[in-house]
């Protein structure tokens, strides 16, 4: 393939486009290199001095003409599908959208992920200020909650046998925890600590004690009653 001139090239490119060359000009200021300006679709750029140049490669010479078209069929829109635009080839309005909506999505995310060190440390910080108050407010309502409820079977049991622990010995040492256990459920059920019961012989057997002495009792009455 023979190799065209910048002239040939330059007349290629703006027939394909459908263009003028005062038209192609209009943008060359936004870019300041032939990759840039490729980039960007254009066909010129300024370079350092300022001068309007064409962003060409000495490669781009050498290959098919700009717009020159292969023998295959070129693919069709979808039948009632609308174009994205002009050189967007067989890309759908549709399709476009959500191609934009990912870029706009994706640049968020570069934005976030490149802030400064201390946004991103402020960000921990307040993350970590919520954790803070969060578990902070689950304790004061465990704590609440446990009030409410007062303490539990165990502790209470624990309580109430270092108080009566004396009434449960046994001659071969230990103790009776069956018995003491059974005696702190009856005293809970009628809503008395054996704390504050008689000991064995007084209201363990349901009433009064049966006592022989005091106003209570006169053994010589008839009826043992003063």
Sequence with gaps: MAKMSLREYANAWLKDKGMSATQAKKDAGKYKSIAAAKKAGSLYYTDKNGKVMLAVYAEDLKGPKPGARDSSPRPKL???????GKNMGVMTAKEKAEVDKANAENKIVREQMSGSAASVEAIAN??????????????????????????????AFNKWFESNKTDYKKEGGGFNMKKALEDFNASRKSGMSKGGMAKRGGYMKGGLADRRTGMFYNSQSPRGYK
């Design 78 to 84: 979808r039948p009632g599908s609308k174009s994205a």
């Design 126 to 155: 307040k993350a970590l200020s919520r954790a803070d108050r969060a578990a902070a407010d689950y304790e004061k309502d465990r704590k609440a909650s446990e009030e409410r409820r007062g303490p539990s079977a165990g502790a």
